[in-house]
C-alpha cells in the first residue's frame, strides 16, 4: 500500500536571473538613496537646531542690554513702545 508521491526536483542554479537582479538592486538603490536623503535631512535639522539655541542665545542678550537700558525688555514688536505694568507709569 504505497502511496504515489511526486518529488520535484529543481536544478540548483549558482546565479538568480538577470531580470531578478536588475528589481534587486533598484530596490536597494532605492532603500539607499531614501537612507542618504534621511541622514542629509537630519544633519540639517541639527544644523538648525544650533541656529535656534544661538538665535535664542541674542533673544537673552538683547533682554538684558534693554533691561540696562530702559529697565524693562517687554516691548511691542510692531512699534517699540515698552509695555510698562499699568502702575508703573
Not at 18 to 23: G, K, T, W
Not at 54 to 65: A, G, I, K, S, Y
Not at 67 to 86: H, M, Q, R
Amino acid at each position: 500500500m504505497a502511496k504515489n508521491k511526486e518529488i520535484e526536483l529543481k536544478v540548483k542554479l549558482d546565479k538568480i536571473s538577470q531580470q531578478h537582479l536588475s528589481q534587486l538592486q533598484t530596490v536597494v538603490n532605492k532603500i539607499n538613496g531614501i537612507q542618504f536623503n534621511i541622514g542629509k535631512a537630519e544633519a540639517q535639522k541639527h544644523e538648525m537646531l544650533h541656529d535656534l539655541a544661538l538665535t535664542r542665545d541674542e533673544v537673552v542678550l538683547m533682554q538684558d542690554m534693554l533691561k540696562k537700558e530702559y529697565g524693562s525688555f517687554d516691548v511691542n514688536l510692531k512699534d517699540g513702545t515698552i509695555n510698562w505694568p499699568k502702575d508703573e507709569k
